[in-house]
């Protein structure tokens, strides 16, 4: 086969289209973040480091406004040293000791070391928390969810009824009337 400065042009031309088209496809990876890279809290519950300690997921169960709640969530001591810490949240103050590398998994303790007494904000929104280390004290926003996902109606405290919140009618007013 016999090559032509015809062919050379056509051979050139389609392999500079083929190196846009990859440098199209690839280009947005090259100057952005990847969204897999970004670390975020994969449900509702929030995702906060103090310290050495990981609260992953954290947030009180309840049907809200002066009911009690439960609080669920990961605590991890990422440290090299034992870790005592108190979370102050709805009238109780929730003591735990973890040691180095060790978790506590709030789910699955006893109801009375996890149980808030009052939560008075209504589900679907956040109430203050203090978060206590080593006599250090953060202020946390954490999540109160009622039973509307059934994965947290069995962490409603035990006197609690699941209840829905209330659906806003839609008013006649977006139909054009």
Do not use: W
Not at 14 to 25: E, N
Not at 42 to 56: A, F, K, M, T
Not at 96 to 119: M, N, S, T
């Amino acid at each position: 086969m016999r090559f032509t400065p015809k062919n050379r042009v056509r051979r050139t031309a389609a392999a500079g289209v083929i190196a846009l088209a990859m440098l199209g496809t690839a280009g947005c990876s090259a100057v952005n973040e990847q969204a897999t890279t970004i670390e975020y809290s994969p449900s509702d519950g929030i995702l906060e480091n103090v310290g050495d300690l990981q609260l992953r997921n954290i947030l009180v169960v309840s049907n809200g406004s002066g009911e009690p709640g439960r609080l669920i969530g990961t605590v991890i001591n990422d440290g090299a040293q034992t870790q005592k810490f108190t979370l102050a949240v709805g009238g109780a103050s929730l003591p735990f000791e973890l040691e180095a590398g060790d978790k506590v998994v709030f789910e699955d303790e006893a109801e009375a070391q996890v149980y808030v007494p009052e939560v008075e904000v209504d589900a679907g929104t956040g109430i203050n928390t203090e978060l206590t280390v080593n006599g250090d004290t953060t202020t946390l926003n954490i999540p109160v969810v009622n039973g509307d996902q059934p994965d947290y109606r069995p962490y409603l405290p035990a006197e609690s009824e699941y209840t829905p919140r209330p659906t806003e009618e839609p008013s006649g007013e977006a139909e054009g009337h």
